[in-house]
């Protein structure tokens, strides 16, 4: 390629001819550009942008500049223009905090054992269980919620399996904080699996046997040599968890009965029988801000040990 | 017996599938000895170093360590440490806590583990790089902190999986003298598994050569070397000519036989010869070519002359045997012999020696 870019460049006679193919390169990325450009920069503008607009008298929005969406957040204005904290919305942002925060510790106490479980199995069966892993994910969300809601409701297998053990009959285990977790955690627990089983694959088996040459127990050696050397996987998966968990919408409704609002059903009432565009857009970007704050300082955490090691 | 036994493999057997790693193994390693198992791959050596560690455990038959029964205590609850084939140094501590983990598992106090610490990581010349990473050191480097690591808990036996086998050649000589003195001044049990029988032969007090899950001798380097007791030992250590032989008479380690070119010599033998085919093997050293001929005498064509400086070795034709001899080149004027000619070949009767078939 160099050489006929060389005789090219002789005949013309001109330098410019050397940075041409360069050019035409960069052109190849235009879909990229464009997907990302109208699939995902331009969402987030329109939504920071309609954040800072005015509540439309009839739902929607009219373009201005006008922080009450914002204000809302922490502040009710009441009825002669004062403004007053109300501590509702606050709740219900630490309260989505909290449950994803628990989705993502559940989902890494669970596949922590069964990463190391599957890493030890032979190539075959690894690739046939990472398989089983990822299943769930041929199904629609909505399906595999109402799956749950069946399990744990009144007269399901699992109520009926505790009254062998004394609990009453006719007991439902739906719509509470409880079966919400347990539908988030199954939900996103694939995701929690797959890099942390990436991970301990990569490590080096001889480093666990001479954890335990070196008198380490089983617990040393999982704290001192398997985490420290799993915690890439371990923080993606947690990301990759905790991120969507925070923006949870239908099981918190199904699962939870809707009793508890989460952020992403406040986010969703706000542009359905809320009719308030701005607030909806508001808390939209807040969550955005936040989750852009800790992967920053995941990110920069990476960096420095990158840079130590 | 005065010495005590620091390691006694008793009757051990081991299959994976199909394959019988080991079978019926038995033997004693002494307190304080450098014991070398030796054998190709597949041999089982590391089968058995492994038991001796706690990561296999036999099928059948048992272990002993120090007089203890030890299948069924754990890696971490045995004095034992071992030496990796690829170090498996922690890539995440430094060196300094990389020594350090065994003696704090181990529960000894912060000062205590501080000095010991220091005093093994200048044992093997690392102080200086105590706070880096093992991924800033060099293949001989991290040798020298995984021997540092090991020995540091004082354990009673030092197990060494082939841990020369990444070094390059001059490392590997300076880390044989090392880990000779190593074993030397820690008066600790050393058990060292190796494939490369010329690190065995210099480093070892005693040897154990291991060939299709069998012992199949057990003896100083010497030994092994002068008096193999089958063709498998005498041919995986060093290199050797045979000869199918008859032998005629057999009785107290000697053995009457009629070579291939018609004399009738009594040379020595392991007691499993008997009357009938053996064979009969000889170094290519102890062969004398041209002039400096004695004992017995045959002639041979010269096929094939490799000049190596301190030696030339020769590839012979002697009525259809080949046959390899090497000459120590102590004068200049050494080297006459021309390929293609015609040389005579001899050795003295107690240079060679008479094997099984």
């Known amino acids: ?309 | 017996m005065s010495q005590q036994n620091a390691v006694e493999v008793i009757d051990v057997s081991k299959n994976f599938g199909v394959f019988q790693a080991l079978r019926s193994v038995s033997f004693d390693i002494q307190e304080n000895e450098f014991f070398t198992m030796l054998g190709p791959s597949g041999c089982g050596k590391t089968t058995l170093l492994r038991m001796m560690a706690g990561f296999e455990t036999p099928d059948t038959g048992s272990l002993r360590l120090q007089d203890r029964d030890i299948v069924d205590i754990p890696p971490h609850k045995r004095r034992v440490n071992t030496v990796f084939q690829s170090y498996a140094l922690f890539p995440h501590m430094s060196l300094e806590q990389n020594v350090a983990f065994g003696l704090e598992n181990l529960g000894w106090d912060k000062a205590r583990i501080k000095a010991r610490v220091g005093e093994m990581l200048e044992r093997v010349h690392m102080d200086q790089f105590a706070k880096r990473k093992p991924a800033q050191l060099s293949g001989g480097q991290r040798q020298r902190v995984a021997l540092a690591r090991a020995l540091a808990p004082e354990p009673q036996v030092l197990l060494l999986d082939e841990p020369l086998s990444a070094l390059d050649l001059k490392l590997r000589q300076a880390m044989r003298d090392e880990l000779r003195s190593l074993q030397r001044d820690t008066g600790i049990t050393f058990v060292f598994v190796t494939h490369d029988q010329e690190e065995a032969l210099d480093m070892s007090d005693r040897i154990a050569v291991l060939g299709s899950g069998e012992v199949q001798q057990i003896g100083t380097p010497s030994q092994i070397y002068e008096e193999p007791v089958n063709r498998f030992v005498a041919d995986f250590v060093g290199e050797t000519n045979f000869f199918d032989v008859d032998v005629l008479e057999a009785n107290d380690n000697k053995a009457k036989v009629r070579t291939p070119f018609g004399q009738v010599i009594e040379i020595p033998a392991p007691v499993d010869v008997s009357r009938g085919k053996a064979t009969l093997s000889i170094r290519p050293e102890k062969l004398n070519l041209g002039d400096q001929v004695q004992g017995i005498d045959f002639t041979a064509e010269v096929r094939h002359k490799h000049y190596l400086g301190g030696y030339t070795h020769y590839v012979l034709d002697a009525g259809g045997t080949e046959i390899r001899a090497s000459r120590r080149n102590a004068s200049r004027e050494g080297d006459t012999i021309s390929v293609g000619s015609q040389v005579h070949v001899g050795f003295v009767q107690n240079s060679a020696r008479v094997l099984a078939s």
């Open chain 1, 1 to 309: 390629m160099s050489d006929t870019a060389h005789t090219a460049h002789a005949s013309a006679g001109a330098s410019p001819a050397r940075r041409r193919p360069l050019n035409l390169a960069y052109l190849g990325l235009l879909p990229s550009w464009l997907i990302m450009g109208f699939a995902l920069l331009l969402p987030i503008l329109i939504v920071a942008a309609v954040s800072v607009s005015t509540r439309g008298a009839y739902g929607g929005f009219e373009w201005g500049f006008d922080l009450t969406g914002y204000s809302q957040i922490l502040f009710n204005e009441g009825w002669e223009g004062e403004m007053e904290f109300t501590p509702q919305y606050l709740i219900i942002i630490l309260r989505t905090i909290v449950l994803a925060a628990l989705t993502t510790l559940l989902c890494l106490v669970l596949a922590v054992p069964v990463s190391y479980f599957i890493a030890q199995q032979s190539s075959s069966r690894k690739a046939l269980l990472v398989y089983l892993v990822t299943l769930p994910f041929w199904m629609s969300l909505i399906l595999r919620v109402y799956a749950w809601m069946i399990i744990l409701g009144k007269d399901g297998p699992l109520p009926r399996f505790l009254e062998v053990f004394g609990a009453p009959s006719g007991l439902s285990l739906m719509y509470n904080d409880g079966a919400t977790l347990a539908a988030m955690v199954y939900t996103y627990i694939p995701l929690m699996v797959l890099p942390v089983f990436a991970s301990i694959e990569k490590l080096d088996g001889t480093l666990i046997e001479a954890a335990h040459d070196l008198y380490g127990n089983r617990w040393v050696t999982l704290r001192r040599v398997i985490l420290p050397l799993t915690a890439p996987g371990i923080i993606s998966g947690a990301i990759l968890v905790f991120v969507p968990a925070l923006g949870a919408v239908l099981e918190p409704i199904l699962m939870g009965g809707g009793k508890q609002m989460m952020m992403g059903s406040l986010i969703q009432l706000q542009f359905g029988g809320g009719r308030n565009w701005p607030f909806g857009s508001a808390i939209a970007v807040m969550l955005l801000v936040f989750v852009m704050i800790v992967l920053i300082i995941l990110a920069l955490r990476a960096a420095r040990k990158e840079a130590a090691a």
